[in-house]
């Protein structure tokens, strides 16, 4: 029977179990935050410094749901400066980012700015303080996910992310889960 767990990945944590660097071997891996079963696999991923929601399996099946385009993600972007309304509307629209090595031009999604009432986890390392210029905070709910998608959509429109968090991934919400924090799922992920 599959196994499934929903985790909230800290900063600094690589999104999967083996490290296949070669460079760099103190990295940090997904193992290290719960004895996870044989075969268990994240279900899409988060880059090192970002957080939040993050789903792991043993059902092969499932991570390809959850990584089709039927399926929700929805991030909070921090970003420095004060994101316009602007900025909002073209990212909802499509922007043009890199993408193995091409210009690729993302699927419209929905974008709004946010004043996040929301305890997100406890960073270790500080991102910056109100010396460094004003931030503010995006809502961006993506179907697709290229490598480092929502960095490049808000670096596109002038406002580069600061501190990237996953709080959804279709019903599953990251609901006050605090960093490293895992919950095993008895049977399916209700998504």
Known sequence: MPKNFIICKPDGYLSQFINNQSKRNNKRLLGELFDFPEGAMAIGRLDEPSEG?????TDGKVSEHVRSTKVEKEYYAQVDGIITSEAIEIL?????????GTTYITKKCKAKIVN????????KKKIRDERH???SWV??????????????M???????????????????????????????VNGNFCL
């Open 53 to 57: 929601l993050l789903l792991i399996t």
């Open 92 to 100: 909802k629209n499509g922007v043009s980012i890199g993408f193995d």
């Open 116 to 123: 996040p009432s929301i305890d997100f986890p406890i960073r």
């Open 133 to 135: 210029g004003p931030t």
């Open 139 to 152: 809502a961006i709910t993506l179907t697709e996910g290229k490598f480092r998608q929502v960095r490049k």
């Open 154 to 184: 808000t670096a596109a429109v002038g406002f580069p992310t600061l501190r990237l968090i996953r709080v959804r991934i279709g019903a599953i919400q990251l609901n006050g889960l605090q960093a490293g924090e895992v919950i095993p």
